[in-house]
């Protein structure tokens, strides 16, 4: 299979502050990753799908203002959760699409975030 | 009607035991499916791909239900380290694109 990373793997941070998560993709190239966000108990929510080199698409109900993403290479994808408050702490996970391999998404370990 | 619904469980079964979940889905042109497994605070692991009527592999057996629009999982001699949340996934347009994600089923097998 192929490897994603993420980073950091938890943060707490203080209602108002942004925080930035990084996936790469460590032994391949995606022109495409996706955001997730899992609440407790709940299922994985796609929230956008990163592309290589121009804007990501958001999901319905998604506010993309909160939600930066930034897709500058072919190994990494950043999301800054802007302003954050307490609601946004969650359990965030990203995908890398592995052409490769039947375009199968393979999944960072997640950033479990929470907002103080 | 949510687009991909499960029941969630938990399932506590002995060791040894087989267990079969369902997972129904609402979009009649999904041709994909995937079964995925999430163990606790873990980000989910690929278990099976469903393409045709069914796909086996060792003690895991999916199967497509197509006319009736719903997956099934089944797991026979049931192994501790089963336990987990089984993931039904669709994908929204074939393939690996955008994916749609049930809620999970949680598994527990003890001694």
């Known amino acids: 299979g192929a490897v994603v990373s993420q980073h950091p793997s938890r943060v707490i941070c203080k209602s108002g502050t942004s925080v930035k998560i990084e996936c790469r993709s460590l032994?391949?190239?995606?022109?495409?990753m996706f955001w997730y966000r899992q609440f407790p108990k709940q299922s994985l929510m796609l929230m956008a799908t990163?592309?290589?080199?121009?804007?990501?698409?958001?999901e319905q109900g998604v506010e993309k203002d909160k939600f930066l993403i930034n897709h500058a290479s072919l190994t990494l994808s950043t999301l800054t959760v802007t302003s954050a408050h307490p609601e946004d702490s969650s359990f965030y996970i990203c995908?890398?699409?592995?052409?490769?391999?039947?375009?199968?998404?393979?999944f960072g370990p997640g950033t479990r975030l929470t907002v103080l | 009607r949510k687009e991909v619904e499960q029941d969630p469980g938990p399932f506590n079964v002995p060791e040894g035991a087989t267990v079969a979940f369902n997972c129904t889905y609402s979009?009649?042109?999904?041709?994909?499916f995937f079964w995925y497994r999430q163990d606790c605070r873990k980000e989910p692991k690929l278990l099976m791909s469903?393409?045709?009527s069914g796909n086996e592999d060792g003690r895991f057996t999916a199967q497509l239900n197509r006319a009736s629009q719903y997956i099934s999982l089944l797991i026979r001699d049931s192994k501790l380290s089963d336990s987990a949340t089984y993931l039904c996934?669709?994908?929204?347009?074939?393939?690996?694109?955008?994916?749609?994600f049930g809620a999970g089923t949680r598994l527990a097998v003890h001694p």
């Open positions: 469903v393409y045709s």
């Open positions: 979009n009649s042109a999904s041709q994909s």
């Open positions: 032994d391949f190239q995606a022109t495409t």
């Open positions: 990163s592309n290589e080199g121009s804007k990501a698409t958001y």
């Open positions: 995908s890398a699409r592995d052409v490769r391999q039947n375009n199968e998404q393979f």
């Open positions: 996934v669709v994908p929204i347009s074939g393939g690996y694109n955008k994916l749609i």
